[in-house]
């Protein structure tokens, strides 16, 4: 079997489409589903999307509020993403071309528009960059800090022994060799032994460190 990356749900609409048009999709679909009424108070978010530096194929599009700080965003990160040993982490502009607080306002860099770059653990590194949409006014039911819009469907990531079916565990004694995606048959079989596991997960950070799986769970958007 090859590697596929299955289409991805919109959460405002539910039309499944492709990494690269779900983006173009999104930005017509908030105008539909971001109603302003005099029964309902507006507020300020920035649309933005994130993804993994080295795999496009793991993302997230996020509406964040103006007033939420990057700490906020950290912290969301972790739990939906990344969280394994209590990492430190960090984010900039560009390519570390400067260094930003945990307390800068979200406000404050969705005006600037520019890219920023995130890192997770500085040892056994995720890099993740973060792309600046626009500002969005809305008045949607959902009143978190931060929206989930829409997030990559699980790549299916063949296993390395038989490629016949899908990995669902990593050897991480075999990764250093560029290998170890093992699917359940052949994992029971595997001679490093199951101490040496991981589950796959649908997140940038499978296989790495001690990550083991997702935090949050997705927001029904009304």
């Known amino acids: 079997m090859e590697y596929l990356a299955p289409k991805s749900t919109c959460l405002l609409c539910k039309s499944e489409f492709t990494r690269k048009g779900i983006g ?3 930005t017509a679909c908030l105008k539909k589903h971001s109603p302003r009424t005099k029964e309902t108070s ?6 933005l999307s994130v993804h993994d530096v080295y795999n496009n194929d793991y993302f997230l ?6 007033d ?3 700490e906020d965003l950290d912290d969301y990160l972790r739990k939906i993403w990344l969280e394994c040993c209590g990492h430190l982490s960090a984010f900039s502009y560009g390519k570390w071309l400067e260094e930003l607080s945990m307390t800068t306002r979200i406000r404050q860099v969705c005006a600037d528009g520019r890219t920023l770059t995130y890192i997770y653990d500085f040892g ?3 890099e993740l960059q973060i792309k600046i949409f626009r500002e969005v006014t809305s008045a949607m039911s959902i009143k978190d800090d931060i929206i989930l819009l829409a997030r990559n469907a699980e790549p299916v990531i ?4 038989c490629g016949k079916h899908p990995a669902k565990h990593i050897c991480t004694e075999c990764q250093w060799d560029d290998a170890g995606w093992l699917c359940e048959k052949c994992a029971a079989t595997h001679e490093c032994g199951e101490e040496m596991f991981l589950p796959v997960v649908n997140s940038p950070r499978t296989g790495v460190c001690a990550y083991t799986g997702e935090g949050t769970k997705i927001i029904k958007i009304k």
């Open 158 to 161: 063949p296993c390395d022994n």
């Open 68 to 70: 939420a700080t990057l």
């Open 124 to 126: 056994s590194t995720t």
């Open 61 to 66: 599009f996020l509406l964040v509020a103006q």
């Open 24 to 26: 173009r999709h999104l």
């Open 42 to 47: 507006a507020r300020k978010y920035c649309f």
